[in-house]
């Protein structure tokens, strides 16, 4: 960052390279607030300003910690491995607002086309388990015996 | 872009310049420390025009409202969601990238920024549930045309800086010798006192003292006898190549 003294026009960034990740919070948060993942250069004021100027959401309160990635875990050659460490912010909505955390990777139910994959597949699936079926008529009596 | 997916089609598409012309009439203000108003100016020259050049490009019925719930836009269309690939376009192309003006350039910053975002955060949500994520090398796109955005702004930059001021780089550097010998690229600092009064850089030596000559010797040596080595050991391969094949062409 550019030398700050006493009397030099505020920081102005243009461009910014920051990106923000929203995550899923692991322990249960008050509702109106949002659980991010920043960068570790950026600051509180950095949050609010980006969160207000780039996407418009009213900002409350931001409160940031610095998560210490483990060093401990070894790869095959017995080295240790760094899991990066990372900054996390938590952003409380102002003007009474509430997020949820959406469920983005629901099943949604696949309608089988034609002749699409699924059909076919499912069709091969129970062609073979016909074959392994015996004789309905021996009532599940193996044909190992005779007659 | 979540809500918009005119800004997703602008993100990602290739060829949509000839389509497109960002309206560059929105002013951008500068209030607060950091960031300035982003590209919220909805391109609206995009609804009704056809999107007949790049096919890969989704056409869905395009609306220009500026989002409401800013937080939406971290994820995507609710349409993609539990979908396996989602579509998108080539990525940005720095010929592409230099046909554009600064303001649309500037625009486009922030839209890629937010489908970063956006991406981001359904690759962390996909870790999290232990599921794949629908086409993940949309990130690459992203990063790609960022890159490339920010090496057309630079290369415009030093064009101006160069017809007003005849300085090549933005920071002042030299040329200096280090301790070890080498003569490096030194980037200068900024400071708030000049050189002569501040005593940590006067510590600095920018030269080579005399007692590493002997260093200097050995690492020439050793630089030498790698390069015979590879020299001798590319000669020796080649010889064993023509034994074997006699009617072989001097390959490099």
Redesign the interface.
């Known amino acids: 960052y550019p030398l700050y003294q006493l009397g030099n026009p505020q920081l102005r960034l243009f461009r910014p390279n920051w990106a923000l990740t929203l995550v899923r919070p692991g322990r249960e948060q008050p509702s109106d607030t949002v659980q991010f993942r920043i960068p570790m250069e950026m600051t509180k004021c950095d949050v609010k300003n980006y969160l207000e100027k780039v996407y418009s959401v009213p900002v409350g309160a931001v409160r940031t910690r610095i998560q210490f990635g483990s060093n401990k875990k070894r790869n095959h050659l017995n080295q240790k491995v760094k899991q990066p460490d990372y900054k996390v912010a938590y952003v409380q909505l102002a003007q009474d607002q509430v997020f949820v955390f959406p469920d983005i990777f629901v099943e949604k139910s696949s309608e089988e086309g034609e002749g699409s994959m699924e059909q076919m597949q499912k069709q091969f699936m129970e062609d073979e388990k016909q074959r392994q079926r015996g004789d309905p008529r021996r009532a599940g009596v193996t044909e190992w015996f005779g007659l | 872009m979540a809500a918009t997916s005119a800004g997703r089609v602008l993100a990602l598409c290739k060829q949509f310049h000839n389509v497109v012309r960002i309206s560059s009439t929105i002013p951008s203000q ?1 209030t ?7 590209s ?1 100016a909805r391109p609206n020259l995009l609804a009704g025009a056809a999107c007949h050049i790049c096919p890969v490009v989704q056409c869905r019925p395009l609306h220009t409202t500026i989002s409401r719930m ?2 939406e ?4 269309l609710p349409d993609n ?3 396996s690939t989602v579509k998108s376009g080539a990525p940005w192309t720095v010929t592409l990238l230099r046909s554009k003006s600064n303001e649309e350039l ?1 625009k486009l ?2 839209l890629l ?2 489908e ?2 956006m991406l ?7 870790k ?2 232990r ?1 794949s994520m629908p086409s993940p090398e949309r990130l690459k796109k992203i990063e790609r045309s ?1 890159q490339r955005l ?1 090496k057309v ?1 630079e290369e415009r930059e030093t064009a101006l800086r160069l017809l007003q001021t005849g300085q090549e780089y933005a920071r002042p550097a030299d040329w200096r010798r280090n301790l070890f010998g080498k003569v490096v690229w030194h980037r200068f600092r ?3 006192i000049p050189w002569y009064m501040n005593a940590t850089y006067k510590r600095r030596r920018f030269y080579t003292p005399s007692f590493v000559k002997p260093h200097i010797r050995l690492r020439m040596e050793k630089n030498l006898r790698t390069r015979a080595r590879q020299a001798d050991l590319e000669k020796k391969q080649l010889a064993k190549l023509k034994e074997k094949f006699p009617q072989m062409k001097a390959s490099s």
């Not at chain 2, 607060?32 to 982003?38: A, F, H, N, Q, V």
Request: with cysteine.
């Open positions: 500068n607060g420390i950091c960031l300035t108003k982003s919220l800013g937080l836009e971290f994820f995507d969601w539990g979908e500037h910053w922030y920024l937010k970063k975002n981001l955060t359904i690759e962390q949500e996909a999290r549930q599921v960022m920010d702004v900024e400071y708030a």
